[in-house]
């Protein structure tokens, strides 16, 4: 897949899968919803039910921010199968502008983050690699 259609595929899809690797070296994968702009994916904590805010992503991403982030098609035709694999650097957003602009971008995608915005914290994902995959 060449980037338009990359980004046109990422565009359509609402969920993505974050992995991450703690400080222990285990990986740990949750599904994120996200918005992207320019070169940097954004997802936040959201008012989800969680069992605590003290969320493993967080604390792994504070031990190493390498990340992978995975958005994928499934179809029991098999020649819609496709995947998109970004990879790169987390960090928590700290910049108020940063941190609006992030959540705008997630409310234009998602109609729930208009009615209640995330909480946070925000994350940004600098993307340092994308690699893609399509059946057809």
């Known amino acids: 897949m060449d980037s338009a259609e990359i980004r046109h595929r990422m565009e359509g899809a609402r969920v993505a899968r974050l992995a991450t690797v703690g400080g222990d070296g285990r990986p740990h ?12 994916l954004y997802f936040a904590v959201d008012a989800k039910p969680k ?11 504070a031990a190493n921010s390498a990340v ?22 987390a960090r928590v957003v700290t910049e108020k502008v940063e941190v609006e602009h992030a959540l705008q ?13 995330p909480a946070g914290p925000v994350v940004a994902v600098d993307i340092q690699g994308v690699i893609g995959w399509a059946a057809s």
């Open 51 to 61: 069992r605590t805010t003290n969320l493993k992503r967080l604390r792994n991403i």
């Open 68 to 89: 992978s982030i995975l958005v994928d098609h499934y179809d029991d035709d098999w020649h819609k199968l496709w995947w998109v694999r970004l990879d790169g650097h």
């Open 105 to 117: 971008l997630l409310a234009e995608r998602y109609a729930q983050y208009r009615v209640t915005p």
């Open 29 to 40: 994968v949750v599904p994120i919803s996200f918005a992207v702009g320019g070169e940097v």
